[in-house]
């Protein structure tokens, strides 16, 4: 295709596809809208997005971008006039925080709620309603998100909570000790050469500190950075890439970086869910999901086959993203025999778990391994009922 042809591949009725067209035509950037059948997919859609096999997919100049939100950074980085996102990076933060929200317990909760009956939708309406409640009380007194203009900047993003009086530029991170979340935030601080101060929080007893920076999820890592509060780890990373620009973890190719997401993302939603529900379940339950896990981990072997590290010959953003298979897959699978990270069959990423547990950043913050046994042993046997009774639910 021409150098700076832009064709979108879509579904007529996909609110997914339709927020790409809406920043690109924001943008004033020319495309190609070439309709899909998503109940008969078509050969092209089928090589242009065998991970997912779903829309949207964009192509510019001839390379592939997936994932809504992952489009939508690449259009920004690409195309900067109009800029969609704020310039500030805590605003930005506060965007991408907020966009993670709704997709996750606005528009999930509301499809269950239209396709289910009796007590299974009576739940996902109310959580749906909890969840429009935040929002509600995020976009009181604006036009819009951003301020005024649709996707713009403002000076009166709302914070998550008050204010937290501190130095103006002191750095906190309250986290949990085995969790793999608030690993890679501080993986990415030490990184980076930024100091902070940790606190550890009871997960089971939350203390009234994290209730009051994170009320919307309650949930850790929690990061203060000059008494602005930034949650979730990835929005957390994407953040302090912004503010720390040394040591770059993110590539400074848009495309890279929409890759480094969409891998980052996938993980997450493939390996890291599927591998949880495995330890956690019994029965055809715990098959399915290692089956699931493994195919996942077949697509990520692919991605890093010939390479140190995801980006290279350095540490970044993506291996950080997905750090926590190095260290928590082997202990998950010596807890529950999963037989996930078999060397044979996954060379080129115990060569990456290899060289990733030998960086000195690394290998001086990891969770000791017999704690970990121990904890996640408990855990998966305190979870393996509540498992088995949600999938009759």
Not at 28 to 31: D, K, L
């Given at each position: 295709?021409?150098s700076?042809?832009?064709?979108?591949?879509?579904?007529?009725?996909?609110?997914?596809?339709?927020?790409?067209?809406?920043?690109?035509?924001?943008k004033?950037?020319?495309?190609e809208?070439?309709e899909?059948?998503?109940?008969?997919k078509?050969?092209?859609?089928?090589?242009?997005n065998?991970?997912?096999k779903?829309?949207?997919?964009?192509?510019?100049?001839?390379?592939?971008?997936?994932?809504?939100?992952?489009?939508?950074?690449?259009?920004?980085e690409?195309?900067?006039?109009?800029?969609?996102?704020?310039?500030?990076?805590?605003?930005?933060a506060?965007?991408?925080?907020?966009?993670?929200?709704?997709?996750?317990?606005?528009?999930?909760d509301?499809?269950?709620?239209?396709?289910?009956?009796?007590?299974?939708?009576?739940?996902a309406?109310?959580s749906?309603?909890d969840?429009?409640e935040?929002?509600?009380?995020?976009?009181?007194?604006?036009?819009?998100?951003?301020?005024?203009?649709?996707g713009?900047?403002?000076?009166?993003t709302?914070?998550?909570?008050?204010?937290?009086?501190?130095?103006?530029?002191?750095?906190?991170l309250i986290?949990?000790?085995?969790?793999?979340?608030?690993?890679?935030?501080?993986?990415?601080?030490?990184?980076?050469g930024?100091?902070?101060?940790?606190?550890?929080?009871d997960?089971?007893?939350?203390?009234p500190?994290?209730?009051?920076?994170?009320p919307v999820?309650?949930r850790?890592?929690?990061?203060v950075?000059?008494?602005?509060?930034?949650?979730?780890?990835?929005?957390?990373?994407e953040?302090?890439?912004?503010?720390?620009?040394?040591?770059?973890?993110?590539?400074?190719?848009?495309?890279?970086?929409?890759?480094?997401?969409?891998?980052?993302?996938?993980?997450?939603?493939e390996?890291?869910?599927?591998?949880w529900?495995?330890?956690?379940s019994?029965?055809s339950?715990?098959?399915?999901?290692?089956?699931?896990?493994?195919?996942?981990?077949?697509?990520?072997?692919?991605?890093?086959?010939?390479k140190?590290?995801?980006?290279?010959?350095?540490?970044?953003?993506?291996?950080?993203?997905?750090?926590?298979?190095?260290?928590?897959?082997?202990?998950?699978?010596?807890?529950?025999?999963?037989?996930?990270?078999?060397?044979?069959?996954?060379?080129?990423?115990?060569?990456?778990?290899?060289?990733?547990?030998?960086?000195?950043?690394?290998?001086?913050?990891?969770?000791?391994?017999?704690?970990?046994?121990?904890?996640f042993?408990?855990?998966?046997?305190?979870?393996?009922?509540?498992?088995?009774s949600s999938?009759?639910?």
């Open positions: 295709m021409a700076q042809e832009v064709k979108l591949i879509g579904f007529w009725i996909s609110p997914f596809v339709h927020r790409v067209e809406w920043a690109l035509k924001l004033g950037v020319e495309y809208y070439i899909e059948d998503i109940f008969n078509s050969p092209l859609l089928l090589e242009l065998p991970v997912h779903k829309v949207p997919v964009m192509v510019h100049r001839g390379k592939v971008i997936l994932e809504s939100f992952v489009i939508l950074e690449y259009i920004e690409t195309w900067k006039e109009s800029p969609l996102l704020p310039q500030d990076p805590y605003e930005r506060m965007a991408r925080f907020w966009a993670k929200f709704a997709e996750e317990e606005l528009l999930e509301a499809w269950i709620a239209l396709c289910s009956h009796g007590s299974q939708k009576e739940r309406v109310k749906a309603i969840a429009l935040k929002i509600e009380g995020e976009i009181k007194g604006k036009s819009f998100f951003g301020g005024e203009a649709i713009s900047s403002s000076d009166n709302k914070k998550l909570c008050n204010t937290v009086p501190m130095a103006s530029q002191e750095v906190k986290g949990f000790w085995v969790s793999p979340f608030v690993r890679r935030v501080e993986w990415a601080l030490k990184l980076k930024v100091e902070y101060e940790y606190i550890e929080d997960i089971f007893n939350k203390s500190l994290l209730l009051e920076l994170n999820h309650k850790v890592p929690v990061m950075h000059g008494g602005k509060v930034i949650v979730e780890s990835f929005v957390i990373l953040y302090i890439e912004e503010t720390w620009k040394e040591s770059p973890l993110l590539p400074r190719d848009p495309y890279e970086r929409a890759m480094a997401r969409f891998w980052a993302k996938f993980a997450e939603e390996v890291l869910d599927n591998a529900i495995a330890l956690c019994r029965g339950q715990k098959e399915k999901a290692v089956k699931s896990t493994i195919d996942a981990l077949e697509k990520i072997e692919g991605e890093l086959k010939g140190s590290f995801f980006g290279g010959e350095a540490i970044g953003y993506l291996d950080l993203a997905l750090g926590w298979i190095s260290y928590w897959l082997p202990v998950w699978d010596e807890i529950s025999s999963l037989q996930l990270l078999d060397s044979l069959k996954f060379p080129s990423i115990t060569t990456w778990q290899n060289n990733f547990l030998e960086n000195p950043v690394i290998k001086e913050n990891l969770p000791p391994k017999e704690k970990m046994v121990v904890y042993h408990n855990r998966s046997k305190e979870l393996a009922p509540v498992m088995a999938r009759h639910a």
